[in-house]
């Protein structure tokens, strides 16, 4: 995470500290004693910057949501194959997840254990806008490329964002030890291969 501006810096910290700690203790459910402690301040002080816990884990969902979609919005201007967006949206989810471990702790739903229902209606929204992403670029590949999907679109977005969190569980389940992007590259032209179909163009 980049540090910010000197104004919210306490904030970026506690926020940092959590993330950190979501890396360093996975299973373990981090209390705001433990939190404080690893930022050096009260538990009051933590609360003037957050009202509570679950305003804290909002801040990492919230950084999340604005790193990847801010990236994942130029990924769509490119000019390429439908499949090369699909591929670096995919890779873009992957390499942000290994980068963050603890953070990814989150949306696999690991850390929320015993939290408010709230934040993971939230992060099943993050992914929800990541398929129908992936869904909106399959149709275009139609229209642009003449091609559709041999499955139906849904369940074409489906299959490869299920790809993606798979292995995103699977860093997670290793402790971080099984890199999300580990081989990506040699599986993604298997899982694509004979992915598409041509579609007729009207005779004009």
């Known amino acids: 995470m980049s540090k910010p501006s000197t104004k919210v810096s306490r904030r970026q910290q506690i926020l940092e500290s959590l993330a950190h700690m979501l890396e360093v203790s996975p299973g373990a459910r ?8 690893e930022v050096g301040v009260s538990e009051a002080a933590l609360y003037r910057h957050f009202p509570s816990k ?4 909002e801040g990492l969902i919230e950084f999340i949501e604005e790193t990847i979609f801010s990236r994942i919005s130029l990924i769509t201007q490119d000019d390429t194959s439908a499949l090369t967006r699909c591929n670096k949206i995919l890779f873009l989810l992957l390499t ?20 408010t229902e709230r934040l993971r209606a939230r992060v099943a929204q993050l992914f929800d806008r990541l398929e129908t992403q992936i869904k909106q670029i399959l149709r275009e590949a139609e229209i ?11 369940a074409a977005a489906n299959l490869l964002m299920a790809t993606a969190e ?3 569980a699977q860093f997670v389940r290793s402790e971080f030890k099984r890199m999300p992007t580990e ?17 007729l163009q009207p005779v004009s």
Request: hydrophobic share 40%; glycine share 10%.
């Open 30 to 37: 981090i209390t705001t004693a433990a939190l404080a402690k």
């Open 54 to 57: 679950s305003k804290m884990f």
């Open 96 to 115: 942000f997840t290994e980068r963050n471990p603890g953070i990814t702790r989150i949306l696999t739903g690991d850390a929320l254990t015993g939290e």
């Open 144 to 154: 642009r490329e003449g091609l559709r999907p041999i499955l139906p679109v849904t």
């Open 166 to 168: 798979g292995r995103i």
């Open 183 to 199: 081989s990506w590259d040699e599986q993604w032209p298997i899982l694509v291969s004979g992915f598409y179909r041509e579609v």
